[in-house]
């Protein structure tokens, strides 16, 4: 049973471009997490999503972040016109229940860099 | 003993001895408590759970004890290991609450 996977593991954008970041969650999980890691800090809620459905969206920037999770394919969280404020390492999380029910397990990160 | 650094504060532990990471959580109304371990590069993994009705769970080489009195959670790790040398979070969830994370604490076994 595979992991959360995550590709790319590493991105390159310049300023202004587009980020698209995948996530497979695990073979049964049908709830997907997004969270942004700085360097030296905790991980910073996202949004979390079920299939088909954005469930909490409350830790994501209004504009230019979007993120979704169709019935078929990865999740993928979208960044549009990238700053470089917006490097840093996104990890997804997938668990089988709601967030305060079943553990979640993570994928590896994309570490984005806007340069 | 305990440090505080630039960002993480950091635990440094002789290899054999036990360890004590601890952390306070914030919302009073979260029921479900988790410890993850992030080595260098990778994703966070998970440790141990706890649930609001417990307040002491055991794994292997680790305890979590709950103090939902003080919002205190810590984490126990028996017999160090250089393998256990991390950033460790605590984490808090409730319902459909998100799971929300803690500012870590950075673990180093000194051989």
């Known amino acids: 049973n595979a992991g959360v996977m995550q590709n790319p593991r590493h991105l390159v954008r310049r300023r202004g471009q587009e980020a698209r970041l995948r996530c497979s969650p695990m073979?049964?999980?049908?709830?997907v997490y997004w969270y942004r890691q700085l360097p030296e800090e905790g991980l910073k809620f996202m949004v979390y999503?079920?299939?088909?459905?954005?469930?909490?969206e409350s830790g994501m920037p209004k504009e230019r972040f979007s993120a979704e999770f169709p019935k078929e394919g990865p999740s993928i969280l979208r960044i549009q016109q990238v700053v470089r404020g917006d490097s840093a390492a996104y990890f997804c999380?997938?668990?089988?229940?709601?967030?305060?029910?079943?553990?979640?397990?993570f994928g590896q990160g994309t570490r984005l860099t806007v340069v | 003993g305990e440090s505080v650094g630039l960002h993480l504060p950091t635990l440094s532990v002789q290899e054999g001895d036990n360890s004590i990471i601890n952390c306070a959580y914030s919302?009073?109304?979260?029921?479900?408590f988790i410890w993850y371990k992030q080595e260098s590069g990778k994703g966070p993994q998970f440790i141990i759970d706890?649930?609001?009705?417990?307040d002491k769970r055991q794994g292997q080489r680790v305890t979590v004890l709950l103090n939902k009195t003080v919002k205190h959670l810590s984490l126990q790790i028996a017999a160090t290991q250089p393998g256990d040398s991390a950033v460790y979070f605590c984490?808090?969830?409730?319902?459909?609450?998100?799971?929300?994370f803690g500012t870590g604490t950075k673990l180093q076994v000194i051989p």
């Open positions: 984490a808090e969830a409730g319902g459909y609450q998100k799971v929300t």
């Open positions: 706890i649930r609001s009705n417990m």
């Open positions: 999503l079920q299939k088909e459905n954005i469930i909490d």
């Open positions: 073979k049964g999980h049908s709830h």
């Open positions: 999380a997938s668990s089988t229940g709601g967030p305060g029910n079943t553990e979640a397990f």
């Open positions: 919302n009073s109304a979260s029921d479900y």
